[in-house]
């Protein structure tokens, strides 16, 4: 008799670890994001231009917890699209599911500006970006992608 009532609370503990990975207690996926190297989708129009899936990329640090921030290239292989080290910087906050305080400092030759935006984490290290800003180009509204 001990032996069953040990085999059937050994079986409910590891079928309850196996269903709890990867979940917050409501039952969802748990979304996380980490540094590392992200490639990418930009798309965004002013009065004059439309960027439609552009590739882009960056290199992510993460230099105090949530805090995070990189080189940001307008390619998809990490290279600088016009000439420069890279297209700038991006800095951002997470903050639970949130992205939040997003900025791009543009460093284009001859086409710098400056990006806002704030966005939510889609799934484990993707994130999903709604921004405002200004360069060469004119005034942007659009949304970027980031993913492992």
Do not use: Q
């Not at 207690?25 to 439609?52: C, H, K, M, P, Q």
């Not at 060469?136 to 993913?147: A, E, K, M, V, Y």
């Amino acid at each position: 008799m001990n032996r069953i009532v040990l085999t059937t609370l050994a079986l409910l503990v590891s079928t309850t670890v196996i269903l709890s990975c990867g979940e917050d207690e409501a039952g969802s996926e748990v979304l996380t994001f980490s540094a590392g190297d992200y490639t990418g989708i930009w798309n965004s129009s002013t009065g004059s231009r439309t960027f439609s899936n552009l590739k882009i990329s960056a290199k992510i640090t993460e230099p105090t917890p949530g805090n995070f921030r990189g080189s940001f290239y307008i390619s998809g292989n990490f290279r600088s699209c016009c000439g420069g080290v890279d297209d700038g910087t991006i800095t951002f906050t997470v903050s639970d599911k949130e992205i939040v305080d997003f900025v791009w400092d543009d460093t284009i030759n001859n086409c710098t500006g400056t990006f806002n935006g704030t966005g939510i984490i889609t799934s484990k290290d993707a994130i999903r970006i709604e921004f405002t800003g200004t360069d060469c180009d004119g005034n942007h509204t659009g949304n970027l992608t980031l993913s492992k």
